[in-house]
């Protein structure tokens, strides 16, 4: 099976085009962590499409970072849904409304909805497990902490940018910078807890056991092969070997025969074939008499 015929690429390809799709369906500023994640899921995701390509492998590119990617996009949507939208349904929003809005809708439903939920699919779907070790959960964390203290230097920085605040969580009014601090360690347990189930789950998918193919069934032809190969070999004349009876002693007896030499035996006037007569300088019978 080619790496073309594999789900786990076009799956990944599925990943990028809603991404680049999102992107292109409406304007979207850098500055905003939606964007973000997924400008990182493009990437990560395009290189493993091309790494798998190149090599002729479904392994991803990089797959101790596959576990980041995963969380840092897994925020993206629940921090949409259920903090900025207080858990609305989304969908008839792209339906509903005059066409820019709609637009605008469909293009955050592929980046807040779409995308998320189909890399955590990836992760939960394919392979491999036990890449990233539990000592990298502090670091997945340092990027959602960097991202939120450089907006808030932004805002202090640049007082007049539009956006100033990205989120609400971000702003000092009403709550002071105190209650922005307490909104980041909330938000970091939180990321934290996500990532430990991240990292649960794929090793609970790695203790699974594996299904393998069964095995065809054997052919008579192999079959036959196989009894024959199995077959204990008769020893006789056939294998060049003879057979050496015993006496009643239990030793092996001597056995002539034609082109088997039997032992020299002496005697008077003893001759035949094979067989040896008086030795020299013993007296002849004949001599004798």
């Not at 890449?131 to 997945?140: I, Q, T």
Request: proline share 11%; glycine share 10%; charged share 15%.
């Amino acid at each position: 099976m080619t790496v073309l015929s594999r789900p786990e690429l076009w799956w990944r390809v599925a990943i990028v085009a809603c991404g680049y799709t999102g992107f292109q369906m409406d304007q979207h500023r850098f500055a905003y962590y939606t964007n973000q994640s997924n400008l990182i899921v493009l990437g990560y995701f395009g290189a493993t499409i091309y790494w798998m390509l190149k090599r002729g492998t479904t392994a991803p590119a990089a797959p101790r970072l596959r576990g980041p990617v995963t969380l840092w996009i897994v925020i993206t949507c629940l921090i949409s849904h259920f903090v900025l939208n207080h858990g609305a349904n989304p969908l008839p929003g792209l339906t509903h409304g005059d066409p820019a809005t709609e637009l605008t809708n469909r293009s955050l439903f592929l980046m807040h909805y779409a995308v998320p939920i189909m890399v955590l699919l990836d992760w939960l779907l394919f392979g491999p497990r036990r890449a990233s070790p539990w000592r990298d959960l502090p670091l997945w964390l340092i990027y959602p902490f960097v991202y939120g203290i450089t907006s808030i230097f932004r805002a202090i920085l640049f007082p007049e940018v539009p956006d100033r605040y990205p989120y609400f969580f971000f702003s000092p009014e009403g709550k002071g910078y105190l209650g922005v601090a307490l909104w980041m360690v909330a938000l970091l347990a939180l990321f934290a807890l996500l990532g430990a189930a991240l990292l649960t789950l794929d090793r609970l998918l790695a203790a699974l056991p594996r299904r393998t193919a069964p095995a065809p069934p054997a052919t008579a032809s192999q079959t036959a092969t196989a009894g024959q190969a199995r077959a204990p070999r008769q020893a006789g004349p056939a294998d060049g070997r003879a057979s050496h009876p015993s006496d009643d002693s239990g030793k092996p007896g001597l056995v002539t025969g034609p082109g088997i030499a039997g032992p020299e035996i002496t005697g008077p006037g003893i001759t035949g074939p094979g067989i040896t007569g008086p030795r020299s300088g013993s007296p002849s019978p004949t001599a004798r008499g």
